[in-house]
Structure formats: structure tokens, C-alpha cells
T-cell receptor
Framework: DAGVIQSPRHEVTEMGQEVTLRCKPISGHNSLFWYRQTMMRGLELLIY????????DSGMPEDRFSAKMPNASFSTLKIQPSEPRDSAVYFCASSLWTVDTEAFFGQGTRLTVV | RKEVEQDPGPFNVPEGATVAFNCTYSNSASQSFFWYRQDCRKEPKLLMSVYSSGNEDGRFTAQLNRASQYISLLIRDSKLSDSATYLC???????????FGGGTRLMVKP
């Protein structure tokens, strides 16, 4: 298995533009997580899905952020409009929905908003 | 107060040294615990799970103290390749929603 696949790996965009980050989880995993990592705040959970259904989106910073999981093999995180403070590394992770299993992370998308 | 707290370090140690990291968590209902490792500009990866009875994996030993709500990681005979950030991770519910500490940076020097 190729692991969790994220695209793009790097994104540089201008303030105000729409940004879409993509994730393909590991086949067979039924949980998917979006995290954001910055030096100041570390790794923050933004939203997670179980069986394609959003379970908790309390970590989504504001309405400019939205996430979808239309099927078991694909998820998107969208920021519209983007702001410089959104600059961070965004990780997608997948796992099985049980209490003691490993979460596997993608390589991340490094977003820079100028 | 953060749900999972760690000393950010950095811990600078010579090769061969023993180093220990601690982590505290705030939710007494937390169900499972892990240490993840993150190399510079890479994704986090599972290092080891932490069990109530304590567990060992080679040079690494993890312990859990539920009464005091802290988790520890001990690295013996540290290697240059152990240089990384070590993330304390707690699962707060019945699913697999992981909450990460801020990480402790370790630098092992020759």
C-alpha cells in the first residue's frame, strides 16, 4: 500500500484565493483526520470523519475552512478565502475506528499564503 | 490548560546517554496513549504504544501513571539517529481521535 497520499506537497497562494488540499487514505481505513501544524500551536486536529461522516469539526478555526469526504477513498480540505495566518503544514491521517490502533499520516501539504 | 503538555526542550545529550521525557494529560477518561516521532519536515510516525503495565521496545521504555496522569518515555544508549521531536499522544474517546502534545525536541550529539 502506498500509504496516505496528500496533494499538493507545496502550495503558495495569494491572500484571498481559494485553496483545496486533497487526501487519499489507506484502503480499508474507516477514519480520516485533518491536522494543522505550526511552530506556535503544534499539531491541531481540525476535523475527523468516520465512515465518510464528519464526527467532530470543533477544531475548524472558522467558516473559511470546510472539509468533505464524498467517498471512502478521498477527502478535501478547502480554505476560502485564504489568509496569511493559514500558512502551516496540513496533515491528513487515516486509521481504523478503534481505540488502540495506529494513525498513519500523509507527508503533508506545506501551505504558504502571501 | 492544554489537554496534553510536554516540555518542548530541546534536550541536548551526548551519544550513549540516557534521556527521559515526561508528558501530562488533563482528561482522566483518556483511554489510550502513544509516543510518536517526527523528524524535521516529515510526518509523525508511531514510535510505540504505552500500556498501563509499562512496555519496552529495544532501547525505548514507555510508562503510564494513570493516578498522576502522566506518561514517560526513556531512551537508553541514545544514537545520533534518535534526534527528532517526540510527540506524546492521547486518545480521548472510543474512536481514534488522537490529541497531540506540543512535542519534545531531542538532539543527540557525537
Amino acid at each position: 500500500d502506498a500509504g496516505v497520499i496528500q496533494s499538493p506537497r507545496h502550495e503558495v497562494t495569494e491572500m484571498g484565493q481559494e485553496v483545496t488540499l486533497r487526501c487519499k487514505p489507506i484502503s480499508g481505513h474507516n477514519s480520516l483526520f485533518w491536522y494543522r501544524q505550526t511552530m506556535m500551536r503544534g499539531l491541531e486536529l481540525l476535523i475527523y470523519f468516520n465512515n465518510n461522516v464528519p464526527i467532530d469539526d470543533s477544531g475548524m478555526p472558522e467558516d473559511r475552512f470546510s472539509a468533505k469526504m464524498p467517498n471512502a477513498s478521498f477527502s478535501t480540505l478547502k480554505i476560502q478565502p485564504s489568509e496569511p495566518r493559514d500558512s502551516a503544514v496540513y496533515f491528513c491521517a487515516s486509521s481504523l475506528w478503534t481505540v488502540d490502533t495506529e494513525a498513519f499520516f500523509g507527508q503533508g501539504t506545506r501551505l504558504t499564503v502571501v | 490548560r492544554k489537554e496534553v503538555e510536554q516540555d518542548p526542550g530541546p534536550f541536548n545529550v551526548p551519544e550513549g546517554a540516557t534521556v527521559a521525557f515526561n508528558c501530562t494529560y488533563s482528561n482522566s477518561a483518556s483511554q489510550s496513549f502513544f509516543w510518536y516521532r517526527q523528524d524535521c519536515r516529515k510526518e509523525p510516525k508511531l514510535l510505540m504504544s504505552v500500556y498501563s503495565s509499562g512496555n519496552e521496545d529495544g532501547r525505548f521504555t514507555a510508562q503510564l501513571n494513570r493516578a498522576s496522569q502522566y506518561i514517560s518515555l526513556l531512551i537508553r544508549d541514545s544514537k545520533l539517529s534518535d534526534s527528532a521531536t517526540y510527540l506524546c499522544v492521547v486518545n480521548l474517546n472510543a474512536g481514534n481521535m488522537l490529541t497531540f502534545g506540543g512535542g519534545t525536541r531531542l538532539m543527540v550529539k557525537p
